[in-house]
């Protein structure tokens, strides 16, 4: 299996940086920051330590488990604390986005609480969108066949995208 990097590690924080400071620019009040399992959470705790640079205030990476590939047949888990969603901006962070289905049962879920939006942020958009999601901060839009797939993981450099 051939493998071809797509974004580096500092390619990688950059974007990640850049995203960080648009929400910032696009957003007001009070944000919630939610990674899904695993990568999109670590991605998430990588933003949240960009956003508290640039706000000079505290934020916390929050996390949701959802069955990807059954969405349906269980409800996502969260860390997140009711009382938080209360008026608040929830940014939902992926590592890649292919078909937008992980997307839009996972903000489905969001949507029971009382939150003033949903954004979504991912570090890969491979533009095969099957469900109405596209997302608000986007690292790389990528156009990539059916047969390509896009893994984000962690290298002994740190976070790197490649190209399977």
Same mark, same amino acid.
């Given at each position: 299996?051939? @493998?071809?990097?797509?974004?580096?590690?500092i390619d990688i924080? @950059? /974007?990640?940086?850049?995203?960080? #400071?648009?929400?910032?620019? @696009?957003?007001? =009040?009070? #944000?919630?920051?939610v990674g899904i399992?695993?990568? =999109?959470?670590? +991605?998430?705790?990588?933003?949240?330590?960009? #956003?508290?640079? $640039?706000? =000079?205030?505290?934020? @916390?990476? *929050?996390r949701v488990k959802? %069955?990807?590939?059954?969405?349906?047949?269980?409800?996502?888990?969260?860390?997140?604390?009711?009382? +938080?969603?209360?008026?608040?901006?929830?940014?939902?962070?992926?590592?890649?986005?292919?078909? =937008? /289905?992980?997307?839009? $049962?996972?903000?489905?879920?969001?949507?029971? *609480?009382?939150?003033?939006?949903?954004?979504?942020?991912?570090? !890969? %958009?491979?533009?095969?969108?099957?469900?109405?999601?596209?997302?608000? *901060?986007?690292?790389?839009?990528?156009?990539?066949? #059916?047969?390509?797939?896009?893994?984000?993981?962690?290298? %002994?450099?740190? +976070?790197?995208?490649?190209? !399977?």
């Amino acid at each position: 299996m051939t @493998r071809k990097s797509i974004l580096q590690p500092i390619d990688i924080h @950059r /974007k990640l940086e850049r995203m960080a #400071l648009e929400m910032l620019e @696009r957003t007001e =009040g009070e #944000l919630i920051i939610v990674g899904i399992e695993s990568t =999109g959470f670590h +991605l998430a705790e990588i933003i949240t330590r960009h #956003l508290e640079t $640039y706000a =000079g205030k505290t934020f @916390r990476a *929050y996390r949701v488990k959802i %069955d990807k590939s059954n969405p349906l047949m269980s409800m996502p888990q969260t860390d997140v604390p009711v009382e +938080l969603f209360d008026g608040a901006t929830l940014i939902l962070v992926d590592d890649v986005q292919n078909s =937008g /289905k992980t997307m839009m $049962y996972t903000i489905r879920h969001f949507l029971q *609480y009382p939150v003033k939006s949903v954004q979504t942020c991912v570090l !890969v %958009d491979r533009r095969h969108n099957s469900f109405p999601v596209r997302s608000d *901060y986007i690292g790389l839009s990528l156009s990539t066949t #059916l047969e390509d797939h896009v893994v984000v993981e962690m290298s %002994d450099k740190g +976070l790197e995208a490649c190209l !399977v």
